[in-house]
């Protein structure tokens, strides 16, 4: 039989496990036996243990309501721990957006991962559409909450990465790494003007044991549309009414100023 103590956090595993699956699509719902798996190895105690565990305190209610009131709390405490963050999010000034902009990302805005071989990893891939077009940027942005405190070592740490291909087999790539809970903002421009293919967006954890269970959400995947400065067109046309008279190349003579010639002035007076 195990301790109350064990069994508490086996159960909260397990039911964080099942969130999971329910969220599954269901072509891979199959895997859920990979999931209890984990909780069974990453706790060093057999599916059987687990069961006759339950067993005994099924028979002890008192107990088992003491577990699962232990339980509510630290799931009340996580979701404020979220709410929290979620309000340091929102007080963040925003940034202007120049330009056509539209947010493609289409996956979950909250994700969960861990350590797990079936849970470490997430690859979203954006393939190519006549909405995208040359000297696009794409920006990646989100919120990282670390469901642990921090660890004593950097051998817990959450990589992101986002990359485009383009059709002529190049890439641009731009990455970070987060230790702690915090914002992540991927920016990534593309000054090469080929035809886009893909754009790719990862995520992986590296942690030291399961606990390290982490939150992505508040995700955006933004594209901006560049908009090339229109230039004031220079012409040589200029308005007259600008210039003054001095300078006018053709002078504009008056018909007072014409002194008459001496054989104009013989035919005047013979007149």
């Keep these: 039989m195990l301790p109350p103590e064990v069994l508490e956090v086996i159960l909260y595993d397990y039911h964080l496990v099942q969130s999971m699956i329910n969220d599954l699509p269901a072509s ?4 859920k036996d990979l999931y209890f798996d984990y909780i069974y190895d990453k706790h060093h105690v057999t599916a059987a243990e687990v069961d006759s565990s339950l067993v005994y305190y099924a028979r002890h209610p008192k107990e088992l309501s003491e577990m699962y009131v232990n339980l509510s709390d630290r799931v009340e405490r996580t ?4 709410e929290q963050e979620g309000i340091i999010t929102n007080l963040r000034v925003p ?11 289409y996956e979950s805005p909250l994700l969960q991962m861990s350590p797990s071989y079936i849970a470490n990893r997430f690859t979203t891939t954006i393939p190519y559409d006549t909405n995208f077009k040359s000297h696009d940027s794409f920006e990646w942005s989100g919120d990282v909450l670390f469901m642990q405190p921090v660890p004593d070592s950097l051998y817990r740490y959450l990589h992101l990465s986002l990359v485009v291909e383009y059709d002529n087999d190049s890439i641009s790539s731009v990455d970070t790494m987060l230790y702690t809970s915090g914002t992540y903002n991927l920016l990534l421009a593309d000054t090469t003007g080929f035809k886009l293919r893909n754009i790719i967006g990862s995520a992986y954890l590296k942690g030291t044991d399961g606990g390290d269970h982490l939150l992505l959400y508040n995700t955006h995947l933004v594209r901006y549309r560049f908009v090339a400065p229109i230039d004031s067109l220079m012409t040589d046309s200029v308005l007259v009414e600008d210039i003054p008279a001095e300078s006018v190349a053709a002078e504009v003579i008056k018909e007072d100023t014409i ?6 002035e013989k035919i005047k007076k013979k007149q």
């Design 28 to 31: 891979e719902r199959y895997q």
């Design 95 to 105: 940034k202007a957006v120049v330009g056509d902009s539209a947010d493609l990302w």
């Design 79 to 82: 979701i404020q721990r979220i």
């Design 259 to 264: 002194k008459p010639s001496k054989r104009a």
